[in-house]
């Protein structure tokens, strides 16, 4: 016999009868939709430079998150281009899972495009955020080249090992770390000029390393209006500890009357060289006859005597002239401690009608020396590299003749291979600060953002 519920009995069971029937139903699953909250998105930068052709170009980390949702859940990709002619939507990759993805732009011309990035969430929930990317031309080597973001004037290069090279700039007064293999900007930077008391640029144009020091020096001429202004007569030194990406730099010694040493010295010489007159105000320091430092290197066997190579004046200053060297016997007090400068007997090298716009040597004293202009020119003049043993009345010999058709001018070797092996390798890097890397008219160092400003990196054979 069955017994009957009672009135609050029956309720319960009603109750349980219902949910059990929307449980079948699906309509007591938990509301997870209505749980998601909108997706973010950041990115590393929000400006980004690339090449036409270029291999390993700079990429920017992408961080993605959602409320509620898994990370691996979202997807990222481009959805719109506002210039499809610098990049379309399917030339921009999205690799990685999770919360943080790597984008990359295979660039298709030279230009600007705002890229919008669109992050999709659980729930069907999106958010977009703008990428701003500028792509500079294609160039010879590219998959030898590779580009130094953050700058656009590299202006002298040492290498601190493991791969890494610390890079000056002839526009301010900051040392960049890079990774010489790779594509990007600087994994630190030292701004020197405090800790030197100068408020202006040193327009630091040559650097070498003895020991963990390295050896700095301004361009110690007059600007580009022929005004003399103090902090470009400037020689200094960094202490270097660690190595590669961790390399860390200090300010050491430094010394602000090289120039009026030299000046005095070839005064007593009889002018031999016109330092006067090429320091004269109203001088423009890119003359035939001005004066210009761009190299610095130590002599054959020696941590105190330093070669001091000029892009300015050509000896005689006249088409064919030579390149000259300058000798200073006691640079690593002059640099470190600050004493007056002691000049030795100057060298005169056949570069073919060249200047000097770097010098370099290894642990063997072999030389490379990038040759170019004398001139302000539009970097379309010859450039070549030579090499050379350090001794003065020995000829130089032509490595190979640089190519001037992509932007920028030639100015730095970062190291010196064993050039008696064949087909080894040396990096040389642009001040690309006057090019016009996206064609719109607006030289690199007026870019108003430092991700697209860059300057370029290639490895020639030099060997054998």
Same mark, same amino acid.
């Given at each position: ?17 219902? +949910? ?27 400006? /980004? ?61 030279? $230009?600007?495009?705002? /890229? ?7 729930? $069907? ?36 090992? #493991? *791969? ?46 003895? *020991? ?7 361009? /110690?001429?007059?600007?580009?209006? *022929? ?30 009357? /090289?120039?009026? #040493? ?22 423009? =320091?890119?003359?035939? #006859? *001005? ?8 002599? =054959? ?16 200053p006249k088409s064919g002239g030579k390149a000259l060297i300058v000798p200073v016997t006691n640079f690593d007090k002059v640099a470190g401690k600050g004493d007056e400068a002691v000049v030795g007997e100057p060298i005169e090298l056949d570069l073919g009608g060249l200047s000097i716009r770097d010098i370099r040597k290894n642990a063997a004293d072999q030389y490379l020396i990038v040759a170019g202009s004398w001139a302000a020119d539009d970097n379309s003049d010859p450039y070549a590299l030579y090499s050379w043993d350090g001794v003065a009345g020995h000829a130089p010999v032509k490595r190979v003749d640089l190519p001037t058709g992509d932007p ?5 070797? +970062? ?46 054979? +030099? $060997? $054998?």
């Amino acid at each position: 016999m069955l017994h009957q519920l009672s009135l609050p009995g029956r309720r319960v069971a009603a109750a349980a009868s219902t +949910v059990l029937a929307l449980t079948a139903v699906g309509l007591n699953a938990p509301a997870h939709a209505a749980g998601y909250g909108t997706p973010t998105i950041a990115f590393s930068a929000s400006y /980004l430079s690339g090449a036409v052709g270029a291999t390993g170009d700079p990429v920017v980390t992408v961080t993605v998150a959602q409320s509620g949702a898994d990370t691996g859940a979202l997807t990222v990709a481009a959805s719109a281009s506002s210039a499809s002619s610098v990049a379309r939507t399917a030339d921009v990759a999205v690799t990685g899972t999770g919360a943080t993805r790597t984008l990359s732009v295979a660039a298709r011309g030279r $230009g600007y495009t705002d /890229l919008t990035i669109k992050v999709t969430g659980l729930g $069907g929930k999106t958010a977009t955020k703008k990428l701003h990317y500028a792509a500079s031309a294609a160039v010879r080597d590219a998959a030898d080249t590779r580009y130094f973001t953050g700058s656009s004037d590299a202006s002298a290069a040492v290498d601190v090992g #493991d *791969g890494y090279a610390v890079v000056a700039d002839d526009e301010s007064n900051t040392l960049r770390l890079y990774d010489r293999s790779a594509s990007g900007g600087p994994v630190r930077s030292w701004d020197v000029g405090a800790d030197l008391g100068v408020s202006k640029e040193i327009d630091i144009e040559a650097g070498t390393r003895v *020991g963990n020091t390295i050896y700095w020096t301004g361009s /110690l001429g007059n600007n580009k209006s *022929g005004t003399y202004k103090s902090d470009r007569n400037t020689v200094f030194t960094t202490k270097v500890t660690g190595a590669g990406a961790d390399t860390r730099l200090t300010v050491g010694g430094s010394y602000r009357k /090289l120039r009026d #040493d030299l000046v005095a010295w070839d005064k007593r010489q009889g002018d031999r060289y016109g330092f006067a007159a090429g320091t004269a105000d109203g001088q423009v =320091p890119k003359q035939i #006859d *001005g004066f210009n430092i761009e190299g610095l290197e130590f002599a =054959p066997g020696s941590t105190t005597t330093a070669y001091l190579g000029f892009r300015a004046p050509l000896v005689p200053p006249k088409s064919g002239g030579k390149a000259l060297i300058v000798p200073v016997t006691n640079f690593d007090k002059v640099a470190g401690k600050g004493d007056e400068a002691v000049v030795g007997e100057p060298i005169e090298l056949d570069l073919g009608g060249l200047s000097i716009r770097d010098i370099r040597k290894n642990a063997a004293d072999q030389y490379l020396i990038v040759a170019g202009s004398w001139a302000a020119d539009d970097n379309s003049d010859p450039y070549a590299l030579y090499s050379w043993d350090g001794v003065a009345g020995h000829a130089p010999v032509k490595r190979v003749d640089l190519p001037t058709g992509d932007p920028g001018g030639w100015e730095s070797v +970062v190291e010196v291979p064993d050039l008696t092996v064949p087909g080894v390798r040396a990096q040389l890097v642009t001040d690309s600060g006057s090019a016009d890397l996206y064609g719109d008219g607006t030289e690199a160092k007026d870019l108003d953002h430092a991700e697209w400003k860059k300057s370029r990196a290639v490895w020639f054979t +030099v $060997g $054998g």
